[in-house]
């Protein structure tokens, strides 16, 4: 078949069965966007704003598994981009993100909107094309979607030269991929995986350490059956909430800077953890020197370059979550779950001594609450993504997770304005969830343009602000750490949010009582478009516990023990 | 911190655009040291060969290695043990210096007369990095215009 190089890049996205491509047009990718206005095998959202495209192709790609696409012109359409492609990186997010160049005879001469794409993305992508040939383009395509998808997964970049898309060339998208340099190690090795579970069975103390990786490799239900075999208790990193249902017994909950204190404190006491498709974050170890100090370490991670990173791993496992975790299971019935009664009890009593709660002690309403009462109200029934900052920690602790691909946020990179576009990326994915972004008063209007997004695209989202007139989790810091010395996080001055969504089309409301945020969140639901609602919440609300940054997992700062107002 | 080791890998790389940026924006991007880095096509082959030294703790040199893997293009990395290493240095003279002295020099380091003109003459010699240094230093008083040094490359034996 002789088609233009923008005729192969529809037919690629349709033979990759991509159903929804995120985007933005411009002058060096308008030959692309003329074939996608001829076709109709994918619908084409058209964001506001080409950060927001990549962060909702993220949060449709976290939400389904699948790849997501997003397209972009070069120069200032494709650095806007650079944000969702690291952020992207840093979470192992499958991605194909198309960006147009200037044609092949400008580039190097800084023609108009030219920038060097390839060479700005490439610390920040798994890899990236700069596609120099039409005929080249089934073969980079095929190789981006494979590569994007497979081993550790993660963003492909494709830049196309404007001229490369109207040059005609032969397409057969049946080629065979080469990448001879390209072998992902998806099979743990046998003896390893026997090895690791004799010292699971040798352990007293034995702790599983649940990472992301483990919903990347849609492997959540094995690891809920080996856990269940083994009886080995379980805290989770915040990428893998959901990998355990909230109530299972077997769960103590998240870990690290903001986990809780029975989490901590277990993985301060373990004596074997076993690691499952997490890296040793540095805001999961604290002081490294001190983290899990007497334990020996079981990492398995499809990552070569994640083992022993950061903490030596004394049974290193090569290979994807999902089949090491099966061959462990296999193997499961020499551990005797009976056994670890009394460490289970002792987690229990670090639970007792310091839960995971707050106080309802002020007049205004606590931003844990309103995540608790969604929770109640929706639970399974909503995918729930956020953005950055406090509100993201008390969703992480508060909401009552109970399926992997349930809880989509930025983890690694931190991006504020990633959740109202990834939430619409969700909803696009996953239409008969309700789509709940909680979020900041300072994250929200890093994104806030998406609104129009939302209300033309028919995407309903639900962005719930947790208002508290701060950049919360900086002014915490600034309390805590800097003498309260509160520079630049004063949000005081802000838009009227109710009016800012009418003005796109959608529904606001202001909620200052816990009726009132019932009432809002009922109405919003039953409008069924996009809706902000501005919960007026607590302004001096801390984030608790805490290990500050750098410190041991057992030193944490602890919520102040109160008596219940009567 | 722990002792930082001098090191030699060689990757055997996909001879395509750009993938020496790969190689060092990876080693500055994670703060490696580069020391030297020689690169060439491999005959007869669509690969090309990286030797890079490199220092670090065992842990970063691990790292770098399993890093450098992780790159699309990249065939394999091998760090080396037990290896032949050579590197070829070139130095000019004024004329006016020593000649015989020199080119006694040379031979003892792998090395010759390589050009003479009117004003210079030019040697070059190939050794072990280390005697290389050693070279470097003792024909520092012939007064030497330039030298230029090419960057290891090594076999593994």
Same mark, same amino acid.
């Given at each position: 078949?002789?088609?233009?190089?923008?005729?192969?890049?529809?037919?690629?996205?349709?033979?990759?069965? #991509?159903?929804?491509?995120?985007?933005?047009?411009?002058?060096?990718?308008?030959?692309?966007?003329?074939?996608?206005?001829?076709?109709?095998?994918?619908?084409?959202?058209?964001?506001?704003?080409?950060?927001?495209?990549?962060?909702?192709?993220?949060?449709?790609?976290?939400?389904?598994?699948?790849?997501?696409?997003?397209?972009?012109?070069?120069?200032?359409?494709?650095?806007?981009?650079?944000?969702?492609?690291?952020?992207?990186?840093?979470?192992?997010?499958?991605?194909?993100?198309?960006?147009?160049?200037?044609?092949?005879?400008?580039?190097?001469?800084?023609?108009?909107?030219?920038?060097?794409?390839?060479?700005?993305?490439?610390?920040?992508?798994?890899?990236?094309?700069?596609?120099?040939?039409?005929?080249?383009?089934?073969?980079?395509?095929?190789?981006?979607?494979?590569?994007?998808?497979?081993?550790?997964?993660?963003?492909?970049?494709v830049d196309i030269p404007k001229d490369v898309t109207a040059q005609i060339a032969s397409f057969d998208y049946s080629i065979e991929l080469g990448l001879e340099t390209y072998k992902p190690h998806t099979k743990g090795n046998p003896r390893q995986i026997k090895k690791a579970m004799e010292a699971i069975a040798k352990a007293k103390r034995p702790l599983f350490y649940l990472g992301g990786g483990i919903i990347n490799s849609n492997a959540a239900?094995? #690891?809920?059956?080996?856990?269940?075999?083994?009886?080995?208790?379980?805290?989770?990193?915040?990428?893998?909430?959901?990998?355990?249902?909230?109530?299972?017994?077997?769960?103590?909950?998240?870990?690290?800077?903001?986990?809780?204190?029975?989490?901590?404190?277990?993985?301060?006491?373990?004596?074997?953890?076993?690691?499952?498709?997490?890296?040793?974050?540095?805001?999961?170890?604290?002081?490294?020197?001190?983290?899990?100090?007497?334990?020996?370490?079981?990492?398995?991670?499809?990552?070569?370059?994640?083992?022993?990173?950061?903490?030596?791993?004394?049974?290193?496992?090569?290979?994807?979550?999902?089949?090491?975790?099966?061959?462990?299971?296999?193997?499961?019935?020499?551990?005797?779950?009976?056994?670890?009664?009394?460490?289970?009890?002792?987690?229990?009593?670090?639970?007792?001594?310091?839960?995971?709660?707050?106080?309802?002690?002020?007049?205004?309403?606590?931003?844990?609450?309103?995540?608790?009462?969604?929770?109640?109200?929706?639970?399974?029934?909503?995918?729930?993504?956020?953005?950055?900052?406090?509100?993201?920690?008390?969703?992480?602790?508060?909401?009552?997770?109970?399926?992997?691909?349930?809880?989509?946020?930025?983890?690694?990179?931190?991006?504020?304005?990633?959740?109202?576009?990834?939430?619409?990326?969700?909803?696009?994915?996953?239409?008969?969830?309700?789509?709940?972004?909680?979020?900041?008063?300072?994250?929200?209007?890093?994104?806030?343009?998406?609104?129009?997004?939302?209300?033309?695209?028919?995407?309903?989202?639900?962005?719930?602000?947790?208002?508290?007139?701060?950049?919360?989790?900086?002014?915490?810091?600034?309390?805590?750490?800097?003498?309260?010395?509160?520079?630049?996080?004063?949000?005081?001055?802000?838009?009227?949010?109710?009016?800012?969504?009418?003005?796109?089309?959608?529904i606001g409301y202001r909620v200052t009582t816990k009726d009132e945020f019932d009432a809002a969140l009922k109405g919003a639901l039953e409008k069924n478009i996009v809706a902000f609602i501005d919960v007026v919440v607590e302004r001096l609300e801390n984030v608790m516990p805490m290990v500050p940054s750098g410190g041991s997992l057992f030193n944490m700062m602890l919520l102040e023990k109160k008596e219940k107002k009567k | 911190m722990e002792a930082?080791? *001098? *090191?030699?890998?060689?990757?055997?790389?996909?001879?395509?655009?750009?993938?020496?940026?790969?190689?060092?924006?990876?080693?500055?991007?994670?703060?490696?040291?580069?020391?030297?880095?020689?690169?060439?096509?491999?005959?007869?082959?669509?690969?090309?060969?990286?030797?890079?030294?490199?220092?670090?703790?065992?842990?970063?040199?691990?790292?770098?290695?399993?890093?450098?893997?992780?790159?699309?293009?990249?065939?394999?990395?091998?760090?080396?043990?037990?290896?032949?290493?050579?590197?070829?240095?070139?130095?000019?003279?004024?004329?006016?210096?020593?000649?015989?002295?020199?080119?006694?020099?040379?031979?003892?380091?792998?090395?010759?007369?390589?050009?003479?003109?009117?004003?210079?003459?030019?040697?070059?010699?190939?050794?072990?990095?280390?005697?290389?240094?050693?070279?470097?230093?003792?024909?520092?008083?012939?007064?030497?215009?330039?030298?230029?040094?090419?960057?290891?490359?090594?076999?593994?034996?």
């Amino acid at each position: 078949m002789q088609i233009s190089g923008a005729q192969m890049v529809i037919e690629a996205l349709i033979a990759e069965g #991509v159903d929804t491509v995120f985007g933005y047009p411009g002058g060096a990718i308008m030959n692309i966007y003329d074939e996608i206005y001829k076709q109709d095998k994918f619908e084409h959202i058209l964001t506001r704003h080409e950060q927001a495209a990549v962060h909702a192709a993220e949060g449709y790609s976290k939400a389904s598994g699948k790849v997501g696409v997003a397209m972009i012109t070069s120069g200032p359409g494709f650095t806007n981009a650079v944000t969702g492609l690291a952020d992207a990186y840093m979470d192992s997010i499958p991605l194909v993100v198309i960006s147009g160049q200037v044609p092949m005879s400008l580039i190097g001469t800084d023609a108009f909107q030219e920038i060097d794409a390839v060479g700005i993305s490439r610390s920040c992508t798994k890899h990236n094309y700069l596609v120099t040939d039409a005929k080249d383009l089934p073969r980079i395509l095929k190789e981006a979607f494979y590569i994007a998808s497979s081993g550790r997964p993660g963003p492909v970049h494709v830049d196309i030269p404007k001229d490369v898309t109207a040059q005609i060339a032969s397409f057969d998208y049946s080629i065979e991929l080469g990448l001879e340099t390209y072998k992902p190690h998806t099979k743990g090795n046998p003896r390893q995986i026997k090895k690791a579970m004799e010292a699971i069975a040798k352990a007293k103390r034995p702790l599983f350490y649940l990472g992301g990786g483990i919903i990347n490799s849609n492997a959540a239900y094995e #690891v809920r059956e080996l856990v269940h075999a083994t009886g080995i208790p379980a805290v989770e990193t915040f990428m893998a909430r959901g990998t355990l249902s909230h109530d299972d017994e077997y769960l103590i909950s998240m870990l690290g800077m903001h986990g809780s204190y029975a989490a901590n404190m277990a993985m301060s006491e373990t004596d074997l953890v076993i690691g499952l498709g997490a890296r040793f974050d540095d805001r999961v170890t604290g002081k490294l020197s001190e983290f899990a100090k007497n334990a020996g370490v079981i990492h398995v991670d499809i990552d070569p370059a994640s083992i022993s990173k950061l903490v030596n791993a004394d049974y290193p496992i090569v290979g994807d979550i999902k089949n090491v975790v099966g061959e462990m299971l296999k193997l499961s019935s020499s551990i005797n779950p009976a056994k670890y009664t009394s460490w289970k009890d002792t987690i229990k009593n670090f639970d007792t001594l310091h839960p995971l709660t707050y106080h309802e002690d002020t007049d205004r309403l606590k931003p844990q609450w309103v995540i608790q009462r969604v929770g109640e109200l929706l639970g399974d029934d909503a995918n729930i993504s956020t953005d950055v900052g406090q509100h993201q920690m008390w969703t992480a602790q508060f909401y009552p997770f109970s399926r992997p691909r349930q809880f989509i946020s930025s983890g690694g990179l931190g991006t504020m304005g990633f959740g109202f576009p990834a939430a619409m990326g969700v909803k696009a994915a996953s239409p008969d969830k309700v789509s709940i972004n909680f979020t900041g008063d300072g994250s929200i209007l890093m994104n806030c343009q998406e609104l129009m997004t939302a209300v033309e695209k028919k995407l309903p989202v639900i962005n719930i602000i947790l208002n508290n007139n701060y950049l919360g989790m900086v002014r915490q810091w600034q309390t805590l750490f800097y003498d309260k010395r509160h520079s630049e996080t004063d949000l005081s001055v802000q838009p009227d949010f109710v009016k800012l969504a009418e003005a796109f089309g959608g529904i606001g409301y202001r909620v200052t009582t816990k009726d009132e945020f019932d009432a809002a969140l009922k109405g919003a639901l039953e409008k069924n478009i996009v809706a902000f609602i501005d919960v007026v919440v607590e302004r001096l609300e801390n984030v608790m516990p805490m290990v500050p940054s750098g410190g041991s997992l057992f030193n944490m700062m602890l919520l102040e023990k109160k008596e219940k107002k009567k | 911190m722990e002792a930082s080791e *001098r *090191r030699v890998i060689s990757v055997i790389v996909v001879n395509e655009a750009s993938v020496l940026s790969r190689i060092t924006d990876l080693f500055s991007g994670r703060g490696y040291n580069i020391t030297s880095l020689t690169v060439a096509p491999i005959p007869d082959s669509k690969y090309s060969r990286l030797t890079i030294v490199t220092s670090g703790s065992v842990r970063v040199i691990e790292q770098i290695t399993k890093q450098l893997h992780k790159l699309i293009p990249v065939l394999k990395v091998y760090e080396h043990a037990d290896l032949v290493e050579k590197e070829m240095a070139l130095v000019k003279f004024p004329a006016s210096e020593n000649i015989t002295d020199i080119a006694t020099l040379c031979a003892a380091y792998n090395g010759k007369i390589v050009n003479v003109a009117e004003n210079i003459i030019i040697v070059m010699v190939a050794d072990e990095p280390k005697r290389v240094d050693n070279f470097l230093k003792i024909i520092n008083k012939y007064n030497p215009k330039e030298i230029v040094r090419s960057g290891a490359v090594a076999l593994e034996r």
